[in-house]
């Protein structure tokens, strides 16, 4: 009796400091990711240094100019600087997705469980499949953790439902090379590692149009509902990855094209 009782109070201890290291590791992703995004310029500086002076008014656009335009690269500049891993940013209107994208190429997964700084964290960084070329490759992959607290992909499943994907059809995804926004073109759900399950991760590039063709057939084949939109052998696609948990090693995918390079209108980190 005095044992249980020693035990259930063990485990109730254990509970408790398990729990309390989980929230301060959110609280700790949540400030990290908010610092970072505070790092990304949206306007591009004027008050460049000229001959090592510093720049007159004369020399500033005047009122009746239009403002010039800010570059992905000038606009990421400071992030990536800070860790030269960083290759991107994901946005998705009214959803926790705000967040920059990494890439390992020389050690796959690194940011699963890894911040971005490089220390060890149960939420990781979203973060690009170690053999996808950003730009060349037909189809790049990015994976996120699906958090209990709402955070990181988790919102990913808000487009099980198609009144959500009706007032949410784009996805801005920046790299240093550029602007991109990014139309759905299907959401389904699959099984990792299992033979059950749709390989979407096997895809990257098509060796002819045929393998695209068939990436997106299977892709619509398994859609939860039908959004109007297709894409053809050299449009560049991106395919966002989280867990789902309706059943064991579940996937939640949705597979979005390229349609624009410009940024979205308004469109802050």
Not at 153 to 177: P, V
């Amino acid at each position: 009796m005095i044992a249980g009782a020693a035990l259930f109070a063990a485990l109730l201890l254990f509970s408790g400091v398990m729990l309390c290291r989980e929230i301060k590791d959110s609280q700790q992703s949540a400030q990290a990711f908010e610092t970072l995004a505070k790092l990304v310029v949206d306007k591009p500086k004027l008050d460049i240094q000229l001959d090592g002076e510093a720049s007159r008014p004369e020399d500033k656009p005047s009122a009746d100019e239009p403002a010039p335009e800010i570059t992905a690269a000038e606009k990421y500049a400071a992030i990536h600087e800070k860790n030269n891993d960083f290759v991107g940013w994901l946005r998705i209107e009214d959803t926790n997705i705000n967040y920059p994208v990494m890439q390992s190429t020389d050690n796959p997964n690194f940011y699963l469980k890894h911040n971005f700084d490089k220390e060890y964290s149960n939420y990781g960084v979203p973060y690009v499949q170690e053999n996808c070329e950003l730009g060349v490759s037909d189809n790049t992959i990015i994976y996120g953790h699906h958090m209990d607290d709402g955070s990181m992909f988790a919102d990913l499943c808000k487009y099980e439902s198609e009144d959500f994907y009706r007032e949410h059809k784009t996805i801005q995804f920046d790299t240093m090379d550029g602007f991109g926004k990014y139309e759905v073109v299907a959401v389904f759900k699959t099984v990792a590692y299992s033979n059950e399950g749709f390989p979407y991760f096997l895809f990257v590039k098509a060796d002819k149009p045929e393998d695209f063709d068939d990436f997106i057939a299977k892709c619509k084949e398994l859609a939860l509902y039908d959004t109007g939109v297709t894409a053809e052998y050299g449009d560049k696609l991106i395919t966002l990855s989280t867990c789902e948990y309706s059943r064991d090693n579940g996937r939640m995918v949705i597979v979005a094209k390229k349609t624009e390079s410009a940024p979205e209108v308004g469109g802050d980190a």
